[in-house]
Structures are given as C-alpha cells and as structure tokens.
C-alpha cells in the first residue's frame, strides 16, 4: 500500500480521537439528515432560484454539503428546470445539462434498449458501465451483479424533486462510483397532491394517432409528525417505424415490424419520514416491457411474443440516532427477453438480489478548524438468484437444460470508510477521506480494494472558486465478466481484476449576481479495463474477458448559465467538453467532444424553453466498414411553450428530438445501427388541486 494510504488514515484516526472536542455529539435539532435535506428547509428550487450558491447536495460526500464547496465537479439540476423542459426522459436531460456524459438509449453491444447506457469522461466498458445510480442518496439501481441490466429504463420524470451528478469519481460510495447519478424523489418535499398527463403525436407513430401516453399522480402530507408521501406513474410507447435503408441495422426481416417501442412502464414511489429525522424508510418498484430492438434476432418486432424488461423492487429504511446512524435496505431484480434465434423463439431471463445494512457516525470536530467526520461500516451480500432459457414449441416455452448464464453464486461485501470534511478558516475547505472493500464468494474470487480522496477548496473574494482534487474509485467485476457462460461468443474470465479510475482535477468558478462560469480540466487514468477479447490464434472466435491496457483522457469541462431577471427564472446556459486520449485505438465508440445549451423565457403566464445537445464525431474500428458512415456527429434539439393558466393548472406543448437530418448509434457489430427518434409533438396538463 503506497505511504500516502497509511498517511490519509493516520490523519483521520488522530482527528477523530483529538481530545479537543468541542459539542462531539451534533444537536439531534440541528443535525443534517445524512442523505436528504429537512423538511423544515426552504424547496431546493429557491434555494437554487434565490440565494443562488447554498444549495445542499448529497451525490459527492456522506454528509450533506453546499454545492460550492463540493469535493468536484457536481451538477444538479432541479425541479424548475425540469418543468420547464417538460422532457419525458432522464437521458435527454442529462445529455443536455451534463458535460462529458454520453447516454444513449442502448449500449455498443447488441443495440439491447437498457435506456439508459451512460458513458462518462472517455469511459467505456464491454458488459458493465462505470455509473452508480442512487435512489434517494441511498439504495443503488444498478448491480454489478450481471452487469447493470437495467440501470434507469424510462424513469418517469414527474416525480424528480432533483438529480446531482458527480463526473468525479466519488471514492466514499464504493464499488461503480466513478459517476455517481443521486434521483431525489419528489413525493418526500410535497404537501398536496399533484397530476400530469401527457399525450406525445409523431407521423412515424405504427398504429395510432398517440405514440406515447404518461399518467402521473404524487402526494403528500404531514400525519402526526410523520410525512407521507407516495406517486404513481404509468408511460406507454407506440415507437416509431425504422424502415429507412440504411438506418435498420441491416434488419434483414419484416422492416415494417422495427420498432422501439415501450409497451408498458409502471413506477411507483413510497416515502415516510419524521419531521425530527429521527427515521426514513422508502420503496420504489418499476415494472417495464419494451419492444426488443435486438438487431437481426427477431423476425417481428412488433409481435408481443417478443420483448424486453423486467422489474426491479427497491427499499431502505434509515435511523438517526443520538450518536449512530443506521441504514439497511435491499434491491431485487428480474430481467427478461423474449427473442427470436435462428427462427426459434427463446426466453431468457435473471434474478438478482443485494442486501446490506451499514452503520455509520458523523461527529463534529474542533481541531484547527471545524471537522465535521464520517466513520461508517457496511455489509453487503449480492448475487444471483436464479436464471433461465426457455425455448419455444409447439405447446409453449419449455426449459432448456443448463440454462445459467452463469452460476447461481452469491459473495460477500465488507466496507469501511472515513471521510473529513474540514473547514480550515472561513474561506478555505479541506477534504480527506478513504474506503476499503473486500469482496469474497462468487466461487473462490476476492477482491481488496482501497481509495483515496483528496480535495482543497480555497474562496478567493466574494466571486471566485479554486478547487483541486484527488480521487480513485473502482468498478469490481461483474459475476458474468468472471464466469459467464451463457452467450455463445462471450466467455468469463475468474483472474480478471476490478477496473480502476483515477482522476484528477482543477475547478475554477466565477459568479457574480447575473453570471456563474466554471471551467475543469482534469486528467482521467482508467486502469485495467475490462474487454472482451478473441485470443490471438483462436479459431473458435469465442472472446474473454481479460484487463486490457491503461487508458488516459485529458479533457476540458465548461459550465456556464446567465440569469436575465432577480428571479433568476429566464436565462441562458451552455456547457461543453473535449477529450484528449492518450490512444486512438482505446478510444472507441465515444466522441470527444460534448455541447449542451439551452434558454429559458418567462414572460407573464408564458414559458419559454429551449434545450439542443451536440455529440461530436465518433472513432469507429477500421474492421467495421459498414458502421463508418453511423460515427458523425449527431444534433438533437427540443422546444416548449409551457402556460400557467393559474395557480394549479397548467398546459404546455414540447416539441423535442428536432434534428435537421436522420442520425443512428453505430454498434459493434459491422452494419447494425441504432437509429434515433424523429420529431414527436407533445401536449399535457399539470394540475395541482390543492
């Protein structure tokens, strides 16, 4: 272990048993709730809208912090802005105010619609990606368990209070956190009730006039010192024809049976919490089935026989005591597809669980400053289940012998993490902090990992903002990149060790009353990446997962948004990024350069949005021919025209994926494609009874 590891836990262990303790214990009264703002605080909206920089945010560190002083870079985009997109997913949003992030309604592989695959700073992996997704600061969507089957497919944007992401690695949440996305549910903050309803038109919609229906209905209330709050969500899609040559992946059945279509899509949110904080416990579920898009396996796509989804159950439940805080919480999960091989129709499906419980304790510090210090210990045990292949005949699907992807086998994971949020004088923050796991089971596999974090954050006047940081985080392999068996073509690998990233970064902000610009170059070192690779001389073309060689991105990131008005509710904004790889041919698939923007006009009763992404060109391998012509650029804009009849009800209309000219997601295999949506005209209504 390097000496700087030893010299971060030697500091930490002598803050944290300084004897010049001052008010040790934090006032239950006044005690930040670990993963969510009070109740009693004002809505995060004005914050963000009216005192412009003291927003709280939970996605970088264990305790909550203003966004200014955030360990990297953090972006949060808030419920107001989310209303006035008025846009229908997480992916367009994210691709839109999110620099360096390129989400996209599939992955490289087979053109599988996880919606959504994100890809951060030049990362890239063959089966898992590098993103941890949180519900409410706490349990994880995604699971490295059979490689993030489904990380966030179509979650319904009505009921999001916030989303905060952090493009720098965030060492303390452990094992995917190299981008962390933190979705803050709405029904928690709201004291009512509230409707929507959406109906989406497109001239490429298959059989009806409607290509797309969402129904969404939240509440919330305050029941003898308790809050309860709860939402309902369902969203259903027609999709749209791709029988466009050239942009069918090379479909070579019905073209007029391509769709992309989701047939239904179910979300529900629960959500109890104490006015005193003393307790949270939540529970999100989502049930979807989606049109298959798989390219070349299925002879119908638009036969229901077909399909793609799953389901995914989601609890927590968190104490706050006096001097220990305690959270347990656990995820269950199916994922299924019905598709055609070789004129054979077959199901495949998973199971997959995680359990954990994690004890933790935050003290404040008085020791050259004020410390506010994090201690936490976590048990987490994840696996598969079970798994399946049915095949089709005459009387119905019947099982396959030896179905499993891979074995049904479970491990163990033991965490422990110390993080110190120090301010150092008035205009000057320190943090330090480190993690260890320790994986054990998936037959005899183990891994250790240790990560440090480092960051400075230095206040020069009243305008400007340095900060430098230092961060490692990991990714450990999924059960399938160490023993899957169940594709033809895809083999595990048990020597295989867990991908590393380590990132560091310089932030520099400007404000002013009207203005905030930031801009962060940083240097990204991503080791031992996971490939799946056919060995040299290998005739069988059978690939293996193998830790290929490090990869480095420079890249530059810009931020910057311009308030018109003292309510700060019309502006401008724009963001960007470009990539540096120190390899061309590691480099594939990505684009290096990223351009998100937008305005926002509120004149009267009337808003006024407008939001456009660039993804710039994308390196294609020599070996796909065919794929050459799908790596340019791709341009993607959205308008709407939002009216605020009155207090509780308004109409709005979105016209969203405006584009001068047909664009599709090249993928890897040579003249497969995933072609991008054409223009769809939306109309809805937001209610708000009471």
């Known amino acids: 272990m390097p000496y700087s590891h030893y010299f971060i836990i030697l500091y930490i262990i002598t803050i944290f048993f300084s004897t010049k303790v001052a008010n040790a214990q934090v006032d239950s009264t006044n005690k930040v709730s670990n993963l969510s703002l009070s109740l009693e605080d004002v809505k995060l909206d004005t914050l963000l809208d009216k005192n412009k920089f003291t ?34 997913t997480l992916r367009q949003v994210l691709n839109v105010y999110v620099p360096s992030l390129d989400v996209l309604p599939t992955n490289f592989q087979y053109g599988s619609p996880n919606d959504n695959s994100i890809y951060a700073r030049g990362n890239i992996s063959d089966f898992a990606q590098q993103v941890l997704i949180l519900f409410n600061g706490t349990t994880k969507f995604n699971e490295s368990t059979f490689g993030s089957a489904m990380p966030a497919m179509e979650f319904t944007l009505d009921n999001i209070e916030r989303v905060e992401v952090s493009t720098t690695p965030t060492t303390v949440y452990g094992a995917n956190a190299i981008t962390v996305i933190n979705i803050v549910t709405h029904e928690q903050f709201l004291d009512g009730a509230e409707a929507n309803v959406n109906y989406g038109i497109s001239p490429r919609s298959l059989d009806h006039i409607f290509q797309n229906q969402r129904y969404s209905i939240s509440w919330g209330n305050t029941l003898n010192k308790v809050h309860v709050g709860a939402s309902l969500q369902f969203y259903k899609d027609e999709g749209q024809f791709h029988n466009l040559k050239g942009y069918n992946g090379n479909y070579k059945f019905d073209e007029n049976s391509l769709k992309d279509g989701t047939q239904n899509a179910v979300n529900l949110t629960l959500h109890l919490k104490d006015i005193a904080e003393k307790f949270e416990a939540g529970v999100w579920y989502k049930n979807i089935s989606k049109d298959p898009f798989l390219n070349g396996f299925t002879t119908s796509q638009s036969n229901d026989l077909f399909e793609i989804g799953g389901q995914q159950f989601l609890t927590y439940f968190k104490f706050n005591g006096k001097k220990l805080n305690f959270n347990m919480g656990g995820l269950f999960s199916e994922y299924n597809v019905s598709i055609d091989r070789n004129s054979i129709p077959k199901a495949y499906g998973n199971r997959n669980y995680d359990l954990f419980a994690e004890l933790s304790f935050i003290r404040k510090v008085t020791f050259a400053g004020v410390h506010e210090l994090a201690t936490g210990f976590r048990i987490e045990r994840e696996g598969q289940q079970a798994s399946y292949v049915n095949e089709w005949k005459s009387s119905g699907f019947v099982p396959v012998n030896n179905p499993e992807f891979v074995p049904n086998e479970s491990r163990n994971v033991f965490s422990a993490y110390m993080e110190d949020n120090w301010r150092f004088t008035k205009n000057t923050y320190f943090l330090l902090g480190a993690r260890a796991d320790y994986f054990l089971g998936f037959k005899d596999s183990r891994t250790l990992a240790f990560n440090p974090r480092a960051s400075i954050v230095k206040h020069f006047g009243k305008n400007i903002i340095l900060k430098a940081i230092y961060a490692r985080a990991f990714r450990a392999a999924s059960i399938y990149e160490l023993y899957g068996v169940g594709y033809k073509y895809l083999k595990g690998n048990s020597n295989i060790k867990p991908e590393v990233v380590t990132s560091i970064e310089l932030n520099t902000i400007y404000r002013n009353d009207n203005l905030s610009l930031s801009v962060t170059p940083f240097l990204q070192i991503f080791e031992s990446p996971i490939q799946f690779v056919v060995p040299e001389g290998d005739t069988s073309m059978v690939a293996v997962a193998i830790n290929s060689s490090p ?19 019309s502006y401008f904004f724009i963001n960007g990024s470009y990539l540096i790889p120190n390899e061309k041919n590691e480099f594939i698939m990505i684009p290096r350069t990223y351009i998100g923007g937008g305005a926002n006009f509120v004149v009267g009763k009337w808003n006024y949005n407008i939001t456009a992404y660039y993804r710039g060109e994308r390196l294609i391998p020599q070996n796909l021919v065919q794929n050459q012509k799908f790596g340019g650029y791709h341009f993607v804009g959205s308008f709407s025209l939002g009216y605020q009849a009155n207090s509780f009800f308004n109409i709005y209309t979105l016209i969203e994926n405006i584009s001068l000219e047909r664009h599709a997601i090249p993928l890897m295999q040579d003249g497969y494609s995933y072609p991008l949506r054409s223009p769809v005209i939306n109309f809805g209504i937001k209610v708000t009874p009471f």
């Open 551 to 569: 990869r480095r991105v420079f890249g530059v990131e810009i931020n910057t948004r311009f308030f018109l008005n003292d309510e700060r509710s």
């Open 55 to 88: 927003i709280k945010v939970n996605v970088a560190t264990k305790t909550s912090v203003d966004l200014e002083n955030t360990p990297g870079s953090v972006t949060v985009i808030t419920r107001n802005q989310l209303q006035s997109m008025n846009l229908r």
